[in-house]
């Protein structure tokens, strides 16, 4: 017997750990570097914002296919082939000639990434199950963290010793290598979990819509909406918002963006996926209270984060938006898996995708018009009003809408 071995479904969050560090590594990178391509394709702001915009719009429109395709089709080659396509646009990115390229690059970006996550996280829900799924999924969500602050540090690092874009194709070429070995382990998983359940029907486009007329999915399809909207605001514009007010370089502006939000994360994840787990066992609606603490304790930091006056004060205010971002990314598919058949995860993770991605979209773009007009800072402030009114929602969802629709879901 092997003095040690990593048991089979906890090696499975390692390997797709590593995919999704690539997966937010290889967004990232163009968020870091706003302030080189500006300069290079003679972008305006609103432009600029555009590019990421039209990369989670795409993403979330591809999303309900995506999803239908996690539930239909064998885990192990959407998954794989997922990082393969997306890590090939990130190379074509980097040798985009005109800025029209460029956003056509994002735009594929958007399709290959979008067919990951719904059946990454049915993987993961087949391997584990109520009791430990929300410590696995937190412990998953930890690499999107990492994968976000290593796509700023390293991009920022590459961007100011050689060509800006060689960061894209330093992340791309690694997401090409490990996408075949990832699929020859991904394939020899048991069938039970690389596959859905063989009694049920195949996952129809149909049953997109029935999902979405849960009442408690529809609410946490709300949260994820608002809080990928902060999220993504802070993380497509944070590094230029600190450039500009602060007047830090490229590196340092990509460093500090990216840190702080991500040690808080990390925190908010690990905690919350321990706290969840352990409170499920007495109350099936423990993930959706977590959420709704996350929910009232992130609005008060994003605006902070915007209104700081110095460096020191939007670094505390970082790291605890970051530990509130942590603790929602950590629950908000395994609350969803809470009101919805085993059958149709991956279609549900469709489901979060595509109202998140479509609403986050306009974060990267409204940063673009706000950095012109208000301000980033003043959309921050906003953004902190559409928390506490989600967090509300969430509430009345889960006192009067979680019993039914959990007792449904069983």
Same mark, same amino acid.
């Given at each position: ?79 794989? *082939?997922? $990082?393969?396509? &997306?890590? +090939?646009?990130?190379? !074509? #990115?980097? %040798?985009?000639?005109?800025?029209? @390229? ?72 690694? *997401?090409? $290598?490990?996408? &075949?070995? +990832?699929?020859?382990? !991904? #394939?020899? %998983?048991?069938?039970?979990?690389? @596959? ?215």
């Amino acid at each position: 017997m092997r003095p040690f071995a990593i048991p089979p479904k906890w090696l499975l969050i390692g390997l797709l750990w590593f995919c999704y560090v690539l997966n937010h590594g290889d967004r990232q990178v163009l968020y870091t570097l706003f302030p080189a391509v500006q300069k290079h394709y003679g972008f305006s702001n609103e432009t600029l914002g555009l590019t990421g915009a039209l990369f989670l719009w795409v993403y979330g429109l591809f999303s309900p296919l995506a999803g239908i395709l996690g539930d239909r089709w064998p885990k192990p080659a959407v998954v794989a *082939g997922s $990082l393969a396509l &997306w890590s +090939l646009f990130t190379v !074509l #990115s980097g %040798l985009a000639p005109t800025g029209p @390229l460029l956003l056509l690059c994002r735009a594929l970006l958007g399709i290959a990434e979008s067919c990951f996550m719904p059946a990454a996280y049915a993987l993961m829900a087949n391997a584990h199950g109520p009791e430990t799924r929300s410590k696995a999924i937190a412990l998953f969500a930890t690499s999107q963290m990492v994968g976000v602050a290593f796509g700023g540090s390293v991009s920022g690092y590459l961007a100011e010793r050689f060509a800006w874009q060689t960061a894209f194709f330093v992340l791309g070429a690694v *997401g090409l $290598l490990y996408a &075949w070995p +990832l699929y020859g382990y !991904l #394939s020899r %998983l048991p069938a039970n979990i690389r @596959l859905s359940p063989s009694s049920t029907a195949p996952a129809r486009l149909a049953d997109f819509g029935r999902l979405l007329a849960i009442p408690s999915l529809r609410a946490i399809s709300t949260v994820v909406a608002v809080a990928t909207f902060g999220l993504f605001l802070v993380y497509t514009w944070l590094p230029t918002f600190l450039y500009d007010k602060f007047k830090l370089s490229m590196f340092q502006a990509g460093y500090e963006a990216a840190i702080y939000p991500q040690i808080g994360s990390l925190s908010g994840l690990l905690v919350g996926g321990l706290l969840a787990d352990a409170a499920y066992r007495r109350n099936p609606a423990a993930r959706f209270w977590l959420l709704l603490a996350a929910l009232c304790g992130a609005g008060p930091c994003i605006f902070l984060l915007g209104a700081a006056p110095s460096l020191l004060s939007m670094r505390v205010a970082a790291a605890l938006f970051g530990f509130c971002a942590g603790l929602i990314a950590g629950n908000q598919a395994a609350a969803a898996f809470d009101v919805v058949p085993g059958a149709y995860r991956a279609t549900a993770v469709g489901v979060l995708n595509f109202l998140g991605s479509l609403v986050s979209g306009f974060a990267p773009y409204l940063g673009g018009v706000a950095r012109d007009t208000i301000g980033v800072g003043q959309l921050m402030a906003f953004t902190a009003i559409a928390y506490l009114a989600t967090a509300a929602l969430l509430l009345y969802a889960t006192l009067r809408l979680f019993p039914r629709d959990h007792a449904a879901a069983d």
